[in-house]
């Protein structure tokens, strides 16, 4: 007889998010050990608790779920993880990394970009480029042969995260732009037929005006669900809404791919013991959505 399935989750944050909670039950998790304020040296112990409770074969029914607001903290704690495994003894459990949401938001922002656009052949911006959401999103549209070009308000910015991407998709095509300007921002979107906007909450990163300038523009998706939104004149429930001739998706019009991928996700992880999501791993479930 199948163990419990037993989600522990690791939160950076003092208090365990209750969303990923829920959500990981409504997956399908019997039980969820919720751990908040983790910090790195605090990692083996937890890890060795879950690795040493159960044989090797009713190790796929413990899984690891990373997440809290900080996405930098959750990826030093999924680096802990996995250095305290011992999978040369078949001592393991899968994990999943979603800090601050990053992971699965990227992957259904993308996503729903695939079900209209042709991602080997696009040309794509992202706005809020450096952000982790918006690394995520340039990166796997890169892995799947968009050029993109990585906006930020400071070009530097932009470079170092193009420098760290390439390092992961080595034939990646990616051009780093500054956007903090107006003029700066119509030269980043000129043939551009796709733009993601994946900012910090309540920043407009793409006036009307701008947006009206840029003629090349079918397919517009913006990730901020706060007013005022990234994308000025997108609507934070557009799903498929035809705007000044773009196809428009705002932060709930994603926000059902969004979870769909994110419960796939967490069932997906009792499956087997091995297994180790980031967003490359994620989007890899997304496609089947």
């Known amino acids: 007889m199948d163990k419990r399935k037993i989600l522990i989750q690791l939160d950076s944050d003092p208090q365990p998010s209750v969303f990923d909670r829920i959500v990981a039950i409504d997956a399908g998790a019997d039980e969820v050990l919720s751990y908040g304020g983790v910090r790195p040296e605090q990692v083996r112990d937890l890890v060795h608790g879950a690795i ?3 044989g090797p074969k009713d190790l796929k029914s413990t899984a690891i779920f990373i997440g809290g607001s900080d996405v930098a903290a959750g990826e030093r704690l999924l680096e802990e993880v996995r250095g305290h495994m011992l999978p040369q003894f078949g001592l393991r459990v899968s994990v999943l990394l979603d800090a601050n949401g990053a992971n699965t938001t990227a992957a259904a922002a993308v996503r729903v970009a695939s079900r209209h656009l042709e991602l080997k052949t696009v040309s794509a911006l992202v706005l809020g480029g450096t952000g982790p959401v918006g690394q995520r999103v340039a990166r796997l549209l890169a892995r799947h042969g968009s050029e993109v070009r990585v906006g930020s308000r400071q070009r530097a910015r932009a470079e170092k995260v193009c420098d760290a991407i390439v390092a992961k998709v080595t034939d990646a095509r990616l051009e780093p732009v500054a956007t903090g300007t107006s003029p700066e921002l119509r ?21 009307r005006s701008d947006r009206a300038a840029c003629s090349d523009l079918k397919f ?16 934070v429930t557009d799903k498929g809404t035809e705007r000044d001739g773009t196809i428009c998706y705002g932060a709930i019009g ?6 769909k991928i994110h419960k796939t996700a967490i069932a997906k ?3 087997s013991n091995d297994q180790y999501m980031d967003a490359e791993e994620i989007y890899a479930l997304a496609s089947a959505i």
Do not use: C, H, W, Y
């Open 187 to 207: 030269s980043a979107l000129q043939g551009r037929r796709l733009v993601i906007a994946a900012g910090a909450a309540g920043a407009v990163l793409l006036p």
């Open 269 to 271: 992880l009792f499956e």
């Open 52 to 54: 040493f409770t159960r």
């Open 254 to 259: 994603v926000g059902d791919t969004k979870m």
């Open 220 to 235: 517009a998706i913006d990730l901020n669900a706060v007013p005022p939104l990234g994308i000025d004149g997108v609507e």
